[in-house]
């Protein structure tokens, strides 16, 4: 059974810098055509696409906030980590992870449960 | 990198058919991936590559695409099909996914 799962600060101040991992079971990283993405969903409004890093450790990031952004795996801990610099108040919303699978065409079949960020100023 | 439309909103009444459509400049050369997200839950994949269907899916849901238009097809709606619903491309020229802006789905 494929799971995954957001963990990080539920509250983060303007400008810092927010950290969020996503740990996962069922699957590994490090298989061809395996992906781990980060989705986020501010309240009320769309889903919007972040970052993705596949099992050749290669990272994509979405074009409006590649500035801010990092993704990271540690296979060893079946761990990807999400870090997004500058935190403001707009940044404010539900996190998600989600296994993405080329073979798929980069469909996100299986999604954790979300982890909220409020960003205060 | 391109936009993809979809209506804000669409109703259909029990037993009924709903459809909800996504578009974009390059929609017809592209897989099309469809997500259901009900109210406090996290999204769910519900169509893939176009008008595929995960297991456990039923077979209600359909997808299909015309053109520059992909289409979301809810078959005998029922009431627990009420929810958002999102479109999701890979644009491989810019390497990043895309969401439609999402359509909530009222079960009259």
């Known amino acids: 059974q494929v799971t995954l799962r957001e963990s990080g600060p539920a509250l983060v101040k303007s400008t810092e810098t927010l950290t969020l991992t996503c740990t996962f079971s069922g699957f590994a990283l490090d298989t061809s055509g395996m992906c781990v993405s980060w989705v986020r969903q501010p309240p009320g409004k769309a889903l919007e696409w972040l970052a993705l890093?596949?099992?050749?450790?290669?990272?994509y990031y979405s074009t409006t906030l590649k500035t801010r952004l990092t993704i990271s795996k540690d296979s060893s801990k079946d761990q990807v980590i999400l870090t997004m610099t500058n935190m403001d108040p707009v940044d404010t919303a539900t996190y998600y992870c989600?296994?993405?699978?080329?073979?798929?065409?980069?469909?996100?079949?299986?999604w954790g449960q979300g982890t909220t960020v409020t960003v205060s100023s | 990198s391109y936009v993809l439309t979809q209506p804000p909103s669409v109703s259909a009444a029990p037993g009924k058919t709903a459809r909800i459509t996504c578009g974009g400049d390059k929609v017809g050369t592209k897989s099309v991936h469809w997500y259901q997200q009900k109210a406090g839950q996290a999204p769910v994949l519900i169509i893939f590559?176009?008008?595929d269907r995960p297991s456990g899916i039923p077979e209600r849901f359909s997808g299909s695409k015309s053109g520059n238009t992909a289409t979301l097809t809810i078959s005998r709606v029922e009431a627990g099909d009420e929810a958002d619903y999102y479109c999701q491309v890979w644009d491989g020229t810019s390497d990043q996914a895309l969401f439609g802006g999402g359509t909530q789905m009222t079960v009259l």
């Open positions: 989600a296994r993405t699978t080329v073979a798929h065409f980069y469909a996100m079949d299986v």
């Open positions: 890093i596949d099992w050749e450790d290669d990272k």
């Open positions: 590559y176009t008008s």
